[in-house]
């Protein structure tokens, strides 16, 4: 009976921790894949057990008590605490189990990652993985996100960021859009020409570097469309409307079969950095373990990145 009900009661405390980290009882029945009514009454047994309040609701939010924020800082320990004994007990040789939530940007997260995410599931068959594909910035909490894979976005000091990889960018254009203008043999005659911005990454200038100049050419642009799509920034490009600056891997073809023209090979953009982010813990369940060690072994080999440069 004892056991039955230290079970009971490490639920009690998952779903109140889920309750404070996602804002809401609703929220919480969401991610937990269970009725708000379910949770209101988890909420409720936790706080007959304890003797204690431990939210304050209203109509519009939840607000944690001193002994609610208390609570949650041990609860928080005692579920990271048992997440590792389940993993160290439960399994041999630290295999990966359970559902991994991660989000990728859409551009590579629909590609180039999906052949080391099959491998990596077929390598732990007890595993899921939920892949979402999203350029947005993360909320772990809210998101319900194990992970992220991050390109070129700052990082939040709050939580966990290694360096995977980079990606190097070019700037292109279409032979029929060139043909209209004055041939462009320096970064400054880049702000004569229509442009696409890309504008997760640069919206009214850009900024160029080559091998001997200290500091970077900045080049000022008057974009005829903006959007945070790189698949529509290059398709654009294809059909004429303007120059952009976009990952190289998008358009190695395209420049190989003459369809663009990669403008001033000797002045390149930065490349952009890639990211594995996730929130600060106590304790990392395995299926995040292994699927950081699986990241740093395979991305700079991908298509279209590079290891790091130091």
């Known amino acids: 009976?004892?056991?039955?009900?230290?079970?009971?009661?490490?639920?009690?405390m998952r779903t109140f921790v889920r309750i404070v980290e996602s804002g809401s009882l609703s929220a919480a029945a969401r991610q937990l894949g269970t009725t708000q009514a379910t949770v209101s009454r988890r909420l409720q047994s936790l706080e007959t057990v304890l003797g204690v309040r431990?939210?304050?609701?209203?109509?519009?939010?939840?607000?944690?008590?001193?002994?609610g924020e208390r609570c949650y800082q041990h609860a928080r320990r005692v579920i990271d605490s048992w997440l590792a004994l389940e993993d160290e007990v439960g399994q041999t040789e630290d295999e990966?189990?359970?559902?991994?939530?991660?989000?990728?940007?859409h551009a590579f997260g629909q590609d180039q990652l999906l052949k080391p995410l099959t491998h990596f599931l077929q390598r732990y068959p007890q595993l899921s993985v939920e892949w979402m594909l999203n350029d947005?910035?993360?909320?772990?909490?809210?998101?319900?996100?194990?992970?992220?894979?991050?390109?070129?976005?700052?990082?939040?000091?709050?939580?966990?960021?290694?360096?995977?990889?980079?990606?190097?960018?070019?700037?292109?254009?279409?032979?029929?859009?060139?043909?209209?203008?004055?041939s462009v043999k320096t970064p400054e005659d880049l702000s004569a020409l229509p442009w696409i911005a890309i504008n997760t990454f640069y919206q009214r200038h850009v900024e160029l570097f080559d091998d001997v100049s200290e500091l970077p050419a900045r080049v000022v642009i008057t974009?005829?469309?903006?959007?945070?799509?790189?698949?529509?920034?290059?398709?654009?490009?294809?059909?004429?409307?303007?120059?952009a600056v976009v990952s190289s891997w998008t358009v190695k073809e395209d420049i190989q079969e003459g369809r663009l023209v990669h403008?001033?090979?000797?002045?390149?953009?930065?490349?952009?950095?890639?990211?594995?982010?996730?929130?600060?813990?106590?304790?990392?369940?395995?299926?995040?373990?292994?699927?950081?060690?699986?990241?740093?072994?395979?991305?700079?080999?991908?298509a279209g990145m590079r290891k790091p440069e130091q």
């Open 1 to 12: 009976m004892k056991r039955t009900e230290r079970i009971d009661r490490i639920e009690l």
């Open 54 to 67: 431990l939210l304050l609701r209203t109509t519009h939010a939840t607000k944690l008590t001193d002994d």
């Open 96 to 105: 990966p189990v359970g559902v991994l939530r991660v989000r990728a940007p």
């Open 136 to 182: 947005k910035s993360v909320d772990f909490l809210s998101d319900n996100l194990d992970c992220a894979i991050r390109v070129g976005a700052e990082i939040d000091p709050a939580t966990v960021s290694v360096l995977l990889a980079e990606v190097p960018r070019c700037v292109v254009a279409s032979p029929e859009l060139l043909a209209q203008f004055a």
């Open 223 to 243: 974009p005829r469309l903006s959007t945070d799509s790189l698949h529509v920034a290059r398709n654009t490009v294809l059909s004429g409307l303007g120059v």
């Open 263 to 302: 403008l001033l090979p000797g002045w390149q953009p930065a490349a952009l950095p890639v990211h594995l982010v996730y929130p600060w813990s106590r304790y990392y369940p395995a299926r995040l373990r292994r699927f950081l060690e699986m990241m740093r072994q395979v991305m700079p080999d991908i």
